[in-house]
């Protein structure tokens, strides 16, 4: 993706000392090292299969205010300064509270104009430091408390807010407030009622898949095997925008309808959708080797479709109950 970045501003959250820095004035932009900063961070964000898709409250304050910066009532540094006072609210009443800094940013990328939110937690790390004494010159190591997280690292939680259809896609953590489970960013910040992201509902898939298996004497390995196959297919067929959990239901437990009914009625209760986007870590991840561990220490990694493939490999249940591995038409071995 191609990030065409408008705006940008900082705001530090020092919720340790008490205290929040509220920025007047934006970052300049212009400059290589503050936009390679930011927009290397948007680009590992911003089309992540962990994004969750959430539309406000019509009771938001946050939406209010998107709308005023719409309409042109209120700058970007004010609507930027509101998030920060928000948060900065939330986190103080969190029964842990972290340091953080908040890059507000405001960019283009496929003709929508995006507003986005970086919340860049505060690492600890060491520094130089230069102490002149007396006319000499010490160098020191000194602790410091606010690190900005590095290029190579994803940040945690962020939200990026569609300006022209208030559409949000965000990543939030679980905090504690008196006692309560709290998403921050969507129920204190934005004020947002979400969805799971698709990569969360590829992995409920999998889980409840050979949860639902195990519960009925069914195979979790063939299971995972036609999970793969059905999704390999869709790819073949090229219509692999979503993955359809009913096809995989039928395909995955093909002649036992009640098995069934009991899988699709688990996904429909872990909010999983009927249609699940399908990205590249999406297909990846379900159609990825299924990998075994013997208690004898071995391991194994392969393609789902080997799985009771006998051209490939068999599983023979022996007199004394142990199982043997059988691996068929090996014309080479690789050691790594």
Do not use: W
Request: glycine share 4%; hydrophobic share 35%; with cysteine.
């Amino acid at each position: 993706m191609i990030v065409g970045l408008k705006n940008a501003i900082l705001h530090i959250l020092d919720i340790n000392s008490g205290v929040g820095v509220f920025s007047d004035e934006m970052l300049d932009i212009s400059d290589a090292q503050i936009n390679t900063f930011i927009t290397t961070h948007i680009e590992k964000l911003y089309e992540s299969a962990a994004l969750r898709k959430a539309d406000f409250k019509e009771t938001s304050g946050f939406k209010a205010k998107i709308e005023q910066y719409n309409n042109g009532d209120i700058s970007f540094t004010d609507l930027s300064k509101n998030a920060a006072e928000r948060l900065y609210d939330a986190i103080s009443s969190s029964e842990e509270p972290k340091a953080c800094d908040l890059i507000a940013v405001e960019f283009v990328s496929n003709d929508s104009r995006i507003f986005g939110l970086l919340k860049c937690d505060n690492k600890t790390g060491f520094t130089h430091a230069v102490v002149q004494n007396e006319g000499k010159v010490r160098n020191n190591i000194i602790n410091h408390y606010a690190i900005l997280p590095s290029l190579t690292n994803k940040l945690s939680e962020c939200a990026f807010i569609d300006l022209d259809t208030k559409k949000i896609e965000y990543l939030g953590k679980n905090s504690k407030i008196d006692g309560e489970t709290v998403d921050i960013i969507a129920e204190l910040l934005l004020e947002c009622e979400y969805e799971i992201s698709p990569r969360e509902s590829a992995n409920t898939v999998t889980r409840i898949a050979k949860k639902v298996a195990l519960e009925n004497g069914a195979d979790q390995l063939e299971t995972r095997a036609r999970i793969k196959e059905y999704v390999t297919e869709s790819i073949e067929e090229e219509n692999y925008e979503y993955i359809d959990t009913h096809k995989v239901a039928d395909k995955v437990f093909e002649g036992m309808p009640s098995v069934r009914d009991e899988f699709v009625e688990k996904m429909e209760k872990a909010g999983v959708p009927e249609k699940v986007e399908v990205n590249k870590y999406i297909t990846k991840k379900m159609t990825e080797n299924i990998k075994l561990t013997t208690n004898t220490g071995v391991e194994l990694s392969f393609p789902p479709e080997h799985y009771k493939n006998p051209e490939f490999m068999e599983l023979i249940t022996n007199e004394d109950g142990t199982i043997s591995i059988k691996i068929n038409n090996i014309t080479e071995l690789t050691n790594r």
